[in-house]
Nanobody
């Protein structure tokens, strides 16, 4: 397992920003498709964004387009999710996940094999 570790969650007011990080010391994340997912209480886990390994292409859920940005820092072996203009509906536990069997990343949780433990994001005034 990759032992992915998420960090950067916290409490933020509506309209605020957070940057989440996904890292591992065991493997080179650049070789994997990485997805960010979130799960609110009582709801299914949903895909937020992903970044492909082969060409760096990205994908976003419609609900976060224009507000969230996914990126890689190869030197730090870290994938980030920059979240801006946060809304209460963005709250939940955010997970990163990795897989390396598909050519391009997807926002379906069923396509991913390795998951982090999650980081809580709370959006409230």
């Amino acid at each position: 397992q990759l032992q992915l570790v998420e960090s950067g969650g916290g409490l933020v007011q509506p309209g605020g920003s957070l940057r989440l990080s996904c890292a591992t010391s065991r493997f080179t994340l650049d070789y994997y498709n990485i997805g960010w997912f979130r799960q609110a209480p009582g709801k299914e886990r949903e895909g937020v964004s992903c970044i492909s390994s082969n060409d760096g292409s990205t994908n976003y859920a419609d609900s976060v387009k224009g507000r969230f940005t996914i990126s890689r820092d190869k030197a730090k072996n870290t994938v980030y999710l920059q979240m801006s203009s946060l809304e209460p509906e963005d709250a939940g536990v955010y997970y990163c996940a990795a897989e390396n069997t598909n050519l391009y990343c997807s926002n379906s949780p069923y396509d991913y094999d390795d998951w982090g433990q999650g980081t809580q994001v709370t959006v409230s005034s």
